[in-house]
């Protein structure tokens, strides 16, 4: 079945550094793809989405490309700030059938 | 725009205790919703899903039970709690199939 593969974390990185949040996915046919981002004792919110291959999805200064030659969705952001310290979950979605990665612990520091 | 509501937003409860948790969403009619689990440094466990009225899908065998007895009502439920039953309960909407699922608050419940 469907399934999300994202880097385990935690991962721990100074104020303006890049990050990168690797994520693969395996699908039987062309998923929607999504990071959602989880700040301390709230729920899931949406941060970006893309639907078909080749598209980006950005906000907040995030971005990630559907690569469906890799079957890749990679979270990146050149700068990161303290405020960006969450966990970061990227999921798929295929018809109403949703499949999420088991979740990124991002810290930054001053 | 639709609203997700959960509550309470935390509970403590002891073992073998009952279990009612409610989800009721604004700005949206007939919207499919979800009721997901997040147990303490692991990812999201879908447990029940609901496409309308009475219309239940549980993923998983367990201790919970789910109903949607209004057009924006999500209710889970056990009749007793288990110590493995602890963990966030996030409640979600999508409007209809291939849509983006959009969270509630969460319901954060420790089973002592």
């Known amino acids: 079945g469907d399934s999300v593969t994202q880097m385990e974390g935690p991962v721990t990185l100074s104020e303006e550094a890049f990050l990168t949040i690797n994520c693969t996915y395996t699908a039987t046919g062309y998923p929607s793809l999504f990071w959602y981002v989880q700040y301390p004792g709230e729920g899931l919110q949406l941060l970006l989405k893309?639907?078909?291959?080749?598209d980006k999805g950005s906000n907040k200064g995030f971005e990630a490309t559907y690569r469906k030659e890799t079957t890749s969705f990679h979270l990146e952001k050149g700068s990161v700030q303290v405020s960006d310290s969450a966990v970061y979950f990227c999921a798929l979605k295929e018809n109403d059938d949703m499949r999420f990665g088991a979740g990124t612990r991002l810290t930054v520091k001053p | 725009s639709q609203t997700i509501h959960q509550w309470p937003a935390t509970l403590v409860q002891p073992v073998g205790s009952p279990l009612s948790l409610e989800c009721t969403v604004e700005?949206?009619?007939?919207?499919?919703l979800y009721w997901y689990r997040q147990a303490a440094g692991r990812g999201l466990q879908l447990l029940f899903y609901?496409?309308?009225?009475?219309?239940i899908s549980s993923e998983v065998p367990q201790n919970l039970s789910a109903s949607r007895p209004q057009d924006r009502q999500f209710i889970l439920s056990s009749k007793k709690l288990l110590l493995s039953d602890s963990g966030f309960y996030l409640c979600?909407?999508?409007?209809?199939?291939?849509?983006?699922?959009?969270f509630g608050p969460g319901t954060r419940l420790l089973v002592l």
């Open positions: 979600a909407l999508s409007q209809g199939l291939g849509e983006t699922q959009y």
């Open positions: 700005g949206t009619s007939n919207p499919n």
């Open positions: 609901s496409v309308g009225i009475g219309q």
């Open positions: 893309a639907t078909k291959a080749d």
